[in-house]
């Protein structure tokens, strides 16, 4: 079984247990989520991780896509706009069509949800992008590491601690799983709390990612 199916059937992502603290996380730093659209997004944000053979790689930046592509299909009716250019071909001949699709709020709001795809696409990390990282906040060590090790993302997401891996820029305690995720729970808060107004992200790198596409959990 992929890592990318284990977190979401018993891992960090698991699709009962996380959307819940994503949920608290809205709460405590919003409101009460009384929109259904939010209760939605809560629990499909992280579907694409199912299949994924890693958590941080290339496969793994892309998770951020399924979801939002649920989210657009069911929220964005009449709010995809369609844009014609229309030019001549590379020899010059003739001429070509070209469509681009501008996707709208909700599948802006799911796919914008990782800072580290945000921050590739220059793009603002969405608010549910500060949910999923203060729930981390607030879920504590015993519920949550335990879940990390049986999935095997444990020795993942430490490993791309190390300096030069995604997550080095950071500065995580890796001398114990308890104080990786202590610090880990300290360096999201500060993020989370500089951030969920709308501040520009200007704390993220991305230099240590994939060149052609970015983006992770954390």
Known sequence: MKVGTKSLLFGVHQIFIHPLWVALAWWKLYSFPWDPRL????FVHDLGYWGLPEMDGKDGDRHVERGAQVMHWLFDHGQEMIILKIGKNADGSGHYRRY???????YNFCLYHSRFWAKQKRAQPSRLCM??????CLEPWWLYLPRAWASGE????????????????????????????????????????????????TVTQVASCHKDSCGCNG
Do not use: P
């Open 131 to 136: 949910a999923d990282k203060y729930a981390l």
């Open 39 to 42: 209760w939605v997004a809560f």
């Open 100 to 106: 681009f699709y501008k996707r709208s709020v909700w």
């Open 154 to 201: 444990l020795a993942e997401y430490m490993k791309s601690a190390e300096a030069g891996g995604k997550h080095g820029h950071m500065g995580l305690q890796r001398v114990s799983a308890r104080q990786w995720y202590a610090s880990v729970q300290d360096y999201l808060h500060k993020w989370v709390m500089e951030h969920k107004d709308g501040k520009t992200d």
